[in-house]
Structure formats: C-alpha cells, structure tokens
C-alpha cells in the first residue's frame, strides 16, 4: 500500500491535480481545461471533481490529504484567499472551507509560490538542503522561504513576498502599491514593459521590428533577441540581473541560508540575466563574498549556492503535495486558528 497526496495547483489561467507518493514519485497528473474566468464556483467544482476521480482511482492506497497552491494572499488561520491579482471574484473568499465542504476532508491551502519553494526543497534544484529561499520569476514575482523543510509562514502566513522588495525607492509603480519592487524588473511583464520602453525611446530598432512581426511579443522573443547578439535586448536582461542581484545580495545577508532558487518562466533566460546578477551578489552582499563558490576557502568550506530551478512549472503541484506529508502542517494552522478564536 502506497501512501500518497493530491497536489493543486491552481493557476490564473488553468488547473492542474497531481497524485504523487510519499517518495516524491508521480503517480498521476491530470491537466484540466478549467476556465477561471468561467468563475469561483465553476472552479471549484471542477477542482473537487478531478479530485475525486484521483482519490477513487487510488483507493487501495493511502490518502495523506490534499494541498491546494493559489496565487495570492492567503490568511493561513481563516483559509481565506484575500487577494489575488489573477483570481478575480475571489477576494475575501473562503476558499478552504468551500473545499473541505464539498469534498469532507481536511485541506491545506499555500501560497503557489511558497508551494514551489517546497517542491524545489524537496525534489528540485535544493533536494539536498533543509534551508533555501526561491524567486518565482514569471507574470510577477514570487517568492519562498523554506526553512528546514517547511515553509516560512510568518504569523499570517503571508510572508515571503519577495517580489516585493524595493530595488529603486523611485522606480515604476507596482501593483502592491509600493514602487521600484522586483517584479517591476524581473517578471515577464517587467521585460516586455523595459523592451516597449526601449523601442519607444529609440533605442531599439530591432526590437521595434520583432515587435511589429510578432503580435505575441513576449519576454521569450526579446530573450531569443539577446542570444542574438541584440544590444538593446541584451541591456534589458542585465537589468533584470541588477534587480535580481540586489534582492539576492539582501536574502543572502539576512539569511546566510546555503540555497537561493531561482524558477519560473523568465528563469529560462538565466544566461542573459545570470552573469550580472552574481556580480551585483558578489558587489552588494559581503556575506557572500565570504562563502562564495569560487573564492578561496578550502573545498570543505560550506558554500552560498545561486542556482536555476530543476522542476520548473511543475514545483507547485510536487510542493502542494508535499504539505500533507509533514508532521504537524495541518495542526499548526487550526492551532493557529484556535488559539486566535
Ligand atoms: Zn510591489
């Protein structure tokens, strides 16, 4: 008998369900064609129906339970989704409760981002470390903060909104409210506003072009643009690096954990971007430069890594997973809950 979990990963625009065992083995994935513009509720019938038809399917086996990642800002205690950019209509909802209603189980909702911090802690690029901080890099910027093996919640569980750190106090506005956050210079949004910025400035002829060929110019074409040679492209990767190297460069002094992630779509890029994020890592954090890989401590020496993710889009789905598998995960939020009633 194999004991498993089901992991949800509910994105803006999809849904995906996967059983996966308590060694990290995937036993089934399923990928829905759930509209979430159709609305919560059609939503979460979806949802509760493809669970369902994976709990049956593995019925002779274990149910740990079920771990359900959304975008946004999560209120652990309540299981309330509060806010979230890419989930209209769900503010202030219960989401939580609507599923363990509907499905007469007990349900552990996370942050996707924090979920993908966990999958990659448990079997992606950090498998080996018990300590590890991730930076989604995608629509927006997420981020994760793992401390030995699981997630850092803060009293909420809303902490670890990395993307939101400042870079440049003056910077563009971000959609926290705030300016000159991260994801203004990281996210894909954040590049394809950089490259409109460019083309419209002048800088950029061809980007101009690529842009006027493409109706779907996206952060990937001006990427494929870097690789090519293109100027213009190229500075706009190096300044996804900056910011990148200076909100690195702070984790890894606040933390001095061994591990720092970084996933998501735009992480495919990590050429363009990488090489001038370690330098502005290696300028601003002196903590690093005291562990840094090729400096010259001896081999033994314990080492700050800076690395790619390994699971890419599927961390989420094996880190919801993961959460029913630890000790305590769902006490410590009802705890959490009773103690503040
Ligand atoms: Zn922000």
């Given at each position: 008998?194999?004991?498993?979990?089901?992991?949800?990963?509910?994105?803006?625009?999809?849904?995906?369900?996967?059983?996966?065992?308590d060694?990290?083995?995937?036993?089934e994935?399923?990928?829905t064609?759930?509209?979430?513009?159709?609305?919560?509720?059609?939503?979460?019938?979806?949802?509760?129906?493809?669970?369902?038809?994976?709990?049956?399917?593995?019925?002779?086996?274990?149910?740990?339970?079920?771990?359900?990642?959304?975008?946004?800002?999560?209120?652990?205690?309540?299981?309330?989704?509060?806010?979230?950019?890419?989930?209209?209509?769900?503010?202030?909802y219960?989401?939580?409760?609507?599923?363990?209603?509907?499905?007469?189980?007990?349900?552990?909702?996370?942050?996707?981002?924090?979920?993908?911090?966990?999958?990659?802690q448990?079997?992606?690029?950090?498998?080996?470390?018990?300590?590890?901080?991730?930076l989604?890099?995608?629509?927006?910027?997420?981020?994760?903060?793992?401390?030995?093996?699981?997630?850092?919640?803060?009293?909420?569980?809303?902490?670890?909104?990395?993307?939101?750190?400042?870079?440049?106090?003056?910077?563009?506005?971000?959609?926290?409210?705030?300016?000159?956050?991260?994801?203004?210079?990281?996210?894909?949004?954040?590049?394809?506003?950089?490259?409109?910025?460019?083309?419209?400035?002048?800088?950029?002829?061809?980007?101009?072009?690529?842009?006027?060929?493409?109706?779907?110019?996206?952060?990937?074409?001006?990427y494929?643009?870097?690789?090519?040679?293109?100027?213009?492209?190229?500075?706009?990767?190096?300044?996804?690096?900056?910011?990148?190297?200076?909100?690195?460069?702070?984790?890894?002094?606040?933390?001095?954990?061994?591990?720092?992630?970084?996933?998501?779509?735009?992480?495919?890029?990590?050429?363009?971007?990488?090489?001038?994020?370690?330098?502005?890592?290696?300028?601003?954090?002196?903590?690093?430069?005291?562990?840094t890989?090729?400096?010259?401590?001896?081999?033994s020496?314990?080492?700050?890594?800076?690395?790619?993710?390994?699971?890419?889009?599927?961390?989420?789905l094996?880190?919801?997973?993961?959460?029913?598998?630890?000790?305590?995960?769902?006490?410590?939020?009802?705890?959490?809950?009773?103690?503040?009633?």
């Amino acid at each position: 008998m194999t004991a498993f979990a089901v992991g949800v990963d509910l994105g803006g625009t999809n849904l995906r369900i996967a059983a996966v065992d308590d060694s990290g083995r995937l036993m089934e994935k399923l990928t829905t064609g759930t509209q979430v513009a159709k609305g919560r509720d059609h939503v979460i019938d979806e949802m509760t129906a493809a669970i369902r038809e994976l709990s049956t399917k593995f019925k002779q086996d274990t149910l740990l339970g079920i771990g359900i990642g959304v975008p946004g800002i999560i209120d652990m205690e309540t299981g309330m989704l509060r806010e979230s950019p890419n989930l209209p209509g769900w503010h202030d909802y219960p989401v939580r409760d609507e599923i363990e209603k509907r499905l007469g189980t007990r349900v552990i909702l996370e942050n996707d981002a924090n979920a993908a911090a966990l999958g990659e802690q448990w079997l992606g690029a950090a498998r080996d470390y018990e300590n590890m901080c991730m930076l989604t890099l995608g629509t927006g910027v997420g981020g994760g903060i793992v401390m030995h093996g699981r997630v850092w919640h803060g009293f909420k569980g809303m902490a670890a909104e990395l993307g939101h750190i400042t870079v440049d106090p003056n910077g563009p506005a971000c959609g926290c409210g705030s300016r000159g956050c991260v994801e203004q210079f990281a996210s894909a949004t954040a590049v394809v506003r950089m490259a409109k910025e460019a083309i419209a400035g002048g800088r950029a002829p061809e980007l101009a072009h690529a842009q006027s060929e493409n109706p779907e110019f996206g952060s990937k074409i001006v990427y494929q643009m870097a690789v090519q040679g293109d100027r213009a492209a190229q500075e706009i990767y190096q300044k996804v690096g900056w910011a990148l190297g200076i909100v690195v460069a702070d984790l890894v002094n606040v933390f001095n954990m061994p591990m720092y992630v970084i996933g998501g779509g735009v992480a495919s890029a990590w050429d363009a971007f990488a090489p001038a994020m370690l330098k502005e890592v290696a300028a601003r954090s002196f903590v690093y430069a005291a562990t840094t890989p090729d400096g010259h401590q001896p081999p033994s020496s314990k080492k700050t890594i800076i690395t790619r993710a390994l699971l890419s889009g599927d961390a989420g789905l094996y880190g919801t997973a993961r959460l029913p598998m630890l000790p305590n995960e769902q006490k410590e939020h009802r705890g959490a809950r009773l103690r503040n009633a």
